[in-house]
């Protein structure tokens, strides 16, 4: 099979997710090397799975490299051109499922030595430290203006070679402050595909003593970075393009 964007968007969003939601449950599922390593490390290894999938996304053909439709749906804004939504969205939200279920069949003896239903869900799917919807649904939305123009200031003209050699570390050191800033309310999804995906493989996957999904907050994680991803876009296109 040869490489294609589709191709890259799809298995870069799938190891963004493994080794994302690999992380969390390293740290919350009972008795794995990492447990209680706490958010610094959460974070941390998110910041690289970023990284990461950016890099595994170009080799497999997607020089975008984008493993989030809220950057897909905002780089569209900026650009006023669409082409690209349906089939990266597919790609990612293909690869958001992937990655989810690897990391169930990973941690495969630890879902049954974890009692907490809320610990599982939190491997494949973001929650709230406080529920209120409204402040949720902003803090998404705030967190994902952030990471749109922050990406745009590592793509920036003005970097040069800078931005092409080490612009996949860069998008990882602006997750990670992101993360580290502003992750403590939400979990920081930013990404609809990190969230609807994941959930969705833990309704389906067979998870010894699950609880529910809690769907009735999937929203935030998908309204809210869609929301800031048409803010950072538009943001993009009158004032840096």
């Known amino acids: 099979m040869q490489t294609s964007p589709f191709l890259g968007e799809l298995i870069g969003t799938a190891v963004l997710l493994l080794l994302g939601n690999g992380v969390v449950a390293n740290v919350v599922l009972k008795q794995t090397k990492g447990e209680s390593a706490g958010w610094i490390v959460i974070t941390a290894g998110w910041a690289f799975a970023v990284t990461m999938g950016v890099f595994v996304a170009k080799a497999f053909g997607s020089t975008d490299a984008h493993l989030n439709p809220a950057v897909t749906v905002a780089f569209a804004v900026a ?37 907490d239903p809320a610990s599982k869900l939190a491997c494949f799917a973001t929650g709230p430290a406080i529920r209120n919807p409204g402040a949720n649904f902003l803090s998404e939305t705030l967190a994902t203006i952030v990471l749109i123009v922050g990406l745009a200031g ?25 993360g580290l800033s502003l992750g ?18 833990y309704t389906i996957l067979p998870i010894p003593q699950k609880g529910n999904s809690d769907w ?26």
Do not use: M
Not at 154 to 175: R, T
Not at 218 to 232: E, K, N, Q, S, T
């Open 79 to 115: 650009t006023n051109d669409y082409t690209h939504v349906v089939p990266y969205i597919l790609a990612q939200l293909i690869g958001g499922f992937l990655g989810a279920t690897l990391v169930w069949l990973h941690y495969y003896p630890h879902w049954a030595a974890t009692p």
């Open 184 to 201: 403590g309310t939400t979990g920081y999804a930013i990404n609809p595909a990190r969230d609807l995906s994941p959930r969705l493989a």
């Open 154 to 178: 590592i793509s920036s003209k003005n970097l040069g070679e800078l931005a092409i050699g080490v612009g996949p570390y860069l998008v990882g050191i602006l997750v990670w402050s992101i």
């Open 216 to 241: 009735g907050y999937a929203w935030v994680p998908v309204l809210g970075p869609l929301a800031g991803a048409v803010i950072g876009g538009l943001l993009i296109r009158f004032f840096t393009l």
